[in-house]
């Protein structure tokens, strides 16, 4: 398991995970959330409204694994997106996806 989806489960274990279409979608709007993770499998509709939920509310959005591997850093099966609710936790997950591209 790469570090990303390590950092990903290490905010789950903290609580500062929203996992789910519907919870991250909520959890954008609340201004509570510091990064957006959707699944290169996702729908291109659930890309595009995250794309541009997130730029609207200023929130960094990458397209990044698969829904199992976003789903088991998480404790799920699967998941299409993912929300981190803590800076800490996002800054560390983007610079990581930032020196993986």
């Known amino acids: 398991m790469n570090k990303i989806f390590s950092m990903i489960g290490l905010?789950?274990?903290?609580?500062?995970?929203?996992?789910?279409?519907?919870?991250?979608?909520?959890?954008?709007?609340?201004?509570k959330t510091f990064l957006v993770l959707v699944s290169e499998e996702a729908s291109d509709n659930t890309k595009k409204l995250f794309i541009n939920k997130c730029k609207y509310y200023?929130?960094?959005?990458?397209?990044?694994?698969?829904?199992?591997?976003?789903?088991?850093?998480?404790?799920?099966r699967e998941r299409a997106s993912i929300a981190i609710m803590d800076e800490g936790f996002s800054r560390t997950i983007i610079k990581l996806l930032e020196d993986n591209h």
Request: proline share 2%; no cysteine; aromatic share 8%.
């Open 58 to 76: 200023k929130i960094p959005v990458y397209v990044y694994g698969s829904k199992m591997e976003l789903g088991s850093s998480t404790g799920n």
């Open 11 to 31: 905010a789950t274990r903290a609580g500062k995970t929203v996992a789910g279409e519907f919870s991250v979608e909520k959890a954008v709007k609340s201004g």
